[in-house]
């Protein structure tokens, strides 16, 4: 169970262009979600966190209007990178969690970004 | 001081060994923890939760917590070169999840 799907798994696109990538929960409720973007060698970094029907939370430093977050339903997130520049590639994970303070947080299989 | 701390390693065990991985913590009310496991280039893996003091078995790994001294580890036993990866310690307080920077065992066959 606790099964995350993230998609696409690979995306290589040019400077200027914006990007969606999607998350779902398919075996369970995920009233929050959670993105985060990992460089090369380097920990995970927690960008947004994102409840159901709500506006995200972002982390400090996180342009909100860069990294559009939606969370319409109980089982799926969109991260959308907007305008992307180089600087943007990176590793985007996904994660959700039903919610209950005490449940780990369950992994998609991310997402590599390479902007040209 | 970190919120969760990990030993960046790399540690490095032969293939059949006991690997020992730690994990310490500042928040007390911290009340539910896990490991995760991270291939290099793949996302993390939930491998173990733990929530109350003491041991906890599952398979060749071993979750160890003690809440007084603040610390939470996990122990491969009969290390296998497929355990190298970056184990991840993570732990809720209320409704945030704060991870550890993680930890590389590497595992010579």
């Known amino acids: 169970g606790a099964v995350v799907s993230q998609h696409p798994s690979w995306v290589i696109c040019k400077s200027g262009t914006s990007v969606k990538i999607e998350c779902r929960s398919l075996?369970?409720?995920?009233?929050?979600m959670f993105w985060y973007r990992q460089f090369p060698k380097q920990s995970l970094m927690l960008m947004a966190t994102s409840n159901e029907g709500s506006k995200a939370t972002y982390e400090q430093g996180v342009e909100k209007d860069k990294f559009l977050i939606n969370h319409a339903s109980l089982t799926l997130s969109t991260l959308t990178v907007t305008s992307a520049h180089p600087e943007d590639s990176s590793f985007y994970i996904c994660?959700?969690?039903?919610?209950?303070?005490?449940?780990?947080?369950?992994f998609g299989d991310g997402t590599r970004l390479s902007i040209l | 001081q970190k919120e969760v701390e990990q030993n960046s390693g790399p540690l490095s065990v032969p293939e059949g060994a006991i690997a020992s991985l730690n994990c310490t913590y500042s928040d007390r009310g911290s009340q539910s923890f896990f490991w995760y496991r991270q291939y290099s280039g793949k996302s993390p893996e939930l491998i173990m939760s733990?929530?109350?003091?003491g041991d906890k078995e599952d398979g060749r790994f071993t979750a160890q917590l003690n809440k007084a001294s603040q610390y939470v580890s996990l122990l491969i036993r009969d290390s296998q070169p497929s355990d190298s990866a970056t184990y991840l310690c993570?732990?809720?307080?209320?409704?945030?999840?704060?991870f550890g920077a993680g930890t590389r065992l590497f595992v010579k066959a």
């Open positions: 733990i929530y109350s003091n």
């Open positions: 994660s959700a969690s039903s919610g209950t303070s005490n449940q780990p947080q369950h």
């Open positions: 993570a732990l809720t307080g209320g409704f945030k999840t704060i």
């Open positions: 075996d369970f409720q995920a009233t929050t």
